[in-house]
């Protein structure tokens, strides 16, 4: 996956809570073998509503998602991060989210970050107020800088921040280690008499 330093991207308002995997991306569009492809059902029925942001040019390219807590909530599906990022979302603001749906974001290279409710509710109102406004979420400084110049500093567990900075998935951590696991291989076979069913 790619490394995740800094991002400074359009900001899109999601000003909903209790957002769950079946409206980021609903059922019927999970019947692909790919993890690419479903970026463009994100959202699937709520587009077309009056003024949902994802239709409107401002937001047209846009990096980072702000959206209200529980974000992600409901089924374990991991199509609902595949989504946000085939879209081009890279990072994510939210009070809360559903730990699931949150490890699943780390582990293909979407940042999921964590602030208190009132500067969400700020960024919303920023954002709001000047469609097409610019964050940038910088992971080696921990902070998410707001359109209007304020400074929120945010937490995240230091071996998950470890892998997003240097784009460690599953596999890179396994590949990285594969000279212990060959060693392991060879050193675990036992010579002996092959023995076969019934005797």
């Excluded at 690419?36 to 959202?43: A, I, K, T, V, W």
């Amino acid at each position: 996956m790619n490394p995740f330093t800094k991002v400074t991207g359009i900001g899109v308002p999601l000003d909903r809570a209790d957002v769950d995997t079946d409206q980021i991306i609903p059922k019927q569009f999970l019947k692909r073998i790919e993890r690419s492809g479903f970026g463009e059902f994100l959202f699937f029925d709520w587009r077309g509503e009056p003024g949902f942001p994802l239709d409107e040019p401002h937001y047209r390219g846009a990096e980072i998602l702000v959206a209200e807590r529980n974000f992600g909530c409901g089924s374990s599906r991991e199509h609902a991060p595949w989504a946000l990022e085939d879209y081009g979302f890279r990072a994510i603001i939210a009070p809360s989210f559903a730990d699931i749906f949150r490890t699943n974001c780390t582990k293909i290279g979407v940042l999921p970050v964590v602030l208190p409710e009132a500067q969400v509710r700020e960024l919303l109102a920023q954002l709001t107020a000047a469609p097409g406004a610019k964050l940038t979420v910088d992971l080696e400084a921990n902070t998410v800088a707001a359109p209007d110049g304020q400074q929120f500093a945010f937490s995240i567990e230091e071996g998950v921040r470890e892998r997003l900075l240097n784009g460690w998935d599953d596999i890179s951590l396994t590949l990285a280690a594969v000279e212990d696991i060959d060693a392991y291989e060879r050193d675990r076979e036992r010579s002996g008499p092959v023995t076969t069913p019934f005797g």
